[in-house]
């Protein structure tokens, strides 16, 4: 039996996935600490000013092409700019000022719910089946259980719809990244919308009256670096070994992940505890994401057995 093979195969992708869970899940603890420091928009425009700039550099260097030149290279990126960069990053990080990044993370975990619903209005993708739809409704009822209105320890209301326009917002981007077929490549892609995408936060800053001022305080750098390198940087790179490695059905289960991932580390660093109701919530979120996604959970329960079966061969 070839154990070594199981071993060189499995673990390895197993730790990137984890590792990739914990970066993008440690992402909205960074930013419920960052916000208490940052003015919101201001805080996501620095962090993908640098985060852009360190992306397109290293397409640079590794001589991929980083150049747009074709409409759709530029369409692409402009949708990154608009949707998943500005309209995802100014509502999530406005609606973390009142949302806990455990809750922030479950709402945002509904992108493939809301991105089947909406596929049918923007790309040739058929409708939901009938479990499908199940599915969509008990994501909807699990967010509501998240926030646990009239709870004693309920989430804002107004912030919680501020992170699910966020979540409808990256799942649109999504989309419409479907709709292109850029020839630049995807650090490229990634990096000049992030570019752009902060300008877009720039300007909205400035538009909502928020202090030009830099914070200085540990809690301030701190979740700003670890945005930055972390889920900005490492992650981008983690998710691309791991689509090689794994390919995107098994990679898209991160989604499993990451609200588990906010969960622990919001509860080793704020003592976060989340309610019943929210567990009740958490657990009818992941529910919801396998009644939508069954195709996806089917095709990497296959994958994964035919890969043991070759490896035990």
Partial sequence: ??????????????????????LWGGSF?????????????????????????VILVAAVFRGSQWRPTTR????????????????????????????PGPVASAVVALAPVITAVVAPLLVSDEGLSTTGYAGVALGFVGVVAVTDPGGTGGVDVAGTSLVFGATVAFAVGTLLLRRTSPDIAPTGMQGWGML????????????????????????????????????????????FRLLDDIGAT????????????AAALAFVLFGYVPTDAAFVGFSLVVVSFALVEGDVLRGAADDAVSRLRTALQ
């Fill in 1 to 22: 039996m070839k154990f070594d093979s199981i071993w060189r195969d499995v673990p390895y992708s197993a730790v990137l996935f984890v590792v990739l869970a914990t």
């Fill in 29 to 53: 603890v960074a930013i419920e600490a960052g916000v208490s420091r940052w003015p919101p928009l201001l805080f996501a425009a620095v962090r993908y000013d640098l985060a852009g700039a």
């Fill in 72 to 99: 759709d290279d530029f369409g692409a990126i402009g949708v990154v700019a608009v949707f998943v960069v500005f309209a995802h990053h100014a509502l999530l990080y406005v609606g973390q000022q009142t949302v």
């Fill in 196 to 239: 752009a995408g902060a300008a877009l936060l720039h300007v909205g800053s400035r538009a909502l009256g928020e202090p030009q001022v830099v914070p200085t305080s540990p809690t301030a750098l701190v979740s700003l670096w670890f945005l930055v390198l972390g889920p900005g940087v490492v992650a981008f790179h983690v998710y």
């Fill in 250 to 261: 098994r990679t898209t289960l991160v989604g499993y992940v990451e609200p588990a991932a």
